[in-house]
């Protein structure tokens, strides 16, 4: 057996796993993120004399994804105190000499869906994640997306909902799609945490309605053959029919494609891999790392 | 030296050629877009002799450019009369046994650019049109996104401009971009044709807005290395410089990275390949055929 090691760094908390080529974790641990100093220290510990032949990270971005960068390896320009230009892979190279994949948690979780979860086979997807914050990543001809960096889709431009007057949480955009549709805004727009609305709450159909236009451009722009959706929001179940919905009557019959007309039920699910999408993604960046 | 044949399969007009692997055209001629029976004895007899070693189409769409789909090198649901299922590349199959490649326009437009135009030695870029339509394609890792299909990246929505009153001219999404922003929204709403407004005039700001926010999307969800803008609307090179600083406004300092910001100059650019965009592109997708 492989030993692969895994890193999901979320803002709150990283997560480490030892798992191995079929997906499965065997042992975890999670610990806070506070400096690096210490939270890498705890990372450290976890991982040590575990035997990983590779190492996965999954990280809260902005990061520097881009191998051949003078930053390759750090989170960037995170607002995050202490963390803003911290080189992650540096500091676990210098304990663990092995090879290191390194991408956004959303990226991870999109390559970790299609190796083992919902989109398995398939050499294109997008994995979305609303929650705190709302993020994506995707596989386009059986790899992650990178450019310039990596894609920051959760900050694209929506048509407001004719009856939100809420503002947006966005401190670059306002009302961007994260700044309406992100947990916190739900929470600040209807004065309650998201779980405590009905689930025939005008709010969902209002979500939907964001939701689905980014899913819009998601398909116009990447024809991704699946899309995953996670995070903490997408656990209302009564999304998944409205957002459908929504996006088949935004795209009005334009895309002609089962995928989008009879079997949309099948095109837009949640993750294969549970709760586990963000840990397995780290996994799998570890994998595709060590089969290059 | 190799002899390439494309095809620039447009709406109106088929542009053949006979080039080579550094990107040179040799020799074209145009041919009217009638019936495919018409149009294509016109095309096949223009490569007849010529001894092409591969042949590279760029066609306008919806196609089916997925190897190994029923419906492979056909032109499928388009509207205009004759032409709907259309087996393009079945056809030439018949009369050259050549290796052929098939993808939209936008797409080879796109992987010219990134051999031989303004995005040489990238594995990244984006190329849009905007002429009596929208169109774009691009390329992600060294590919041309495919997925469920290829991308429609023209109708993707957009916020309107405040004091724009025009309803749109999409037939499916009534203000979409390209219901809003190509060519003949831009003659409806202002009643004359847009080479004939001065380059002072307000529609440029409000076609720049659109634009803008379109690249912003792009940016957020493809993170190009490179975007070329092209088609006879971007001939009016003042949207140039307000498309650039339209896009910075946008993002708002969100995405922290010098093409961005200090070089944007050289990010946002018209076609290296010029009137050639279209035809180099098929002439390109030959070459990557044969290549692969």
């Avoid at 989109?119 to 993020?135: E, F, P, Q, V």
């Avoid at 739900?186 to 236009?213: F, I, N």
Wanted: aromatic share 8%; charged share 20%.
């Amino acid at each position: 057996m492989t030993v692969l090691g895994a890193i999901e760094a979320g803002g709150t908390k990283f997560v480490c796993g030892i798992g191995n080529e079929q997906g499965e974790v065997l042992e975890r641990a999670s610990f806070p993120t506070a400096t690096p100093a210490e939270t890498m220290e705890n990372v450290i510990s976890f991982f040590e004399g575990k035997g990983i032949e590779a190492l996965g990270v999954g990280s809260f971005g902005p990061i520097d994804p881009i191998e051949g960068s003078d930053t390759y390896g750090y989170i960037t320009t995170t607002p995050k105190p202490h963390w803003g230009n911290y080189n992650l892979i540096g500091k676990l190279k210098e304990h663990f000499d092995v090879p290191m994949g390194f991408d956004t948690d959303v990226n991870g979780a999109a390559l970790g869906e299609s190796i083992w979860g919902a989109a398995k086979g398939l050499d294109s997807c997008l994995y979305i994640t609303i929650g705190t914050g709302i993020g994506a990543g995707a596989l386009v001809g059986g790899k992650l997306i990178h450019g310039l960096s990596h894609p920051e889709m959760g900050h694209i431009l929506v048509r407001r909902h004719p009856e939100d007057t809420y503002e947006g949480t966005c401190p670059y955009h306002g009302d961007c799609l994260e700044g309406l549709a992100a947990g916190p805004s739900l929470e600040k727009r209807w004065k309650v945490k998201g779980h405590e609305l009905s689930v025939d709450h005008p709010a969902w159909e209002m979500e939907a309605y964001y939701l689905a236009q980014a899913l819009m451009s998601y398909v116009l722009i990447l024809s991704p053959q699946k899309i995953i959706m996670g995070g903490g929001v997408m656990k209302q179940e009564q999304l998944f029919p409205l957002v459908r919905s929504k996006l088949q009557e935004l795209l009005n019959g334009y895309v002609q494609h089962p995928s989008l007309t009879t079997d949309i039920d099948q095109y837009i699910v949640s993750p294969g891999l549970g709760d586990n999408a963000g840990l397995c993604g780290a996994l799998a960046l570890a994998k595709e790392k060590l089969s290059r």
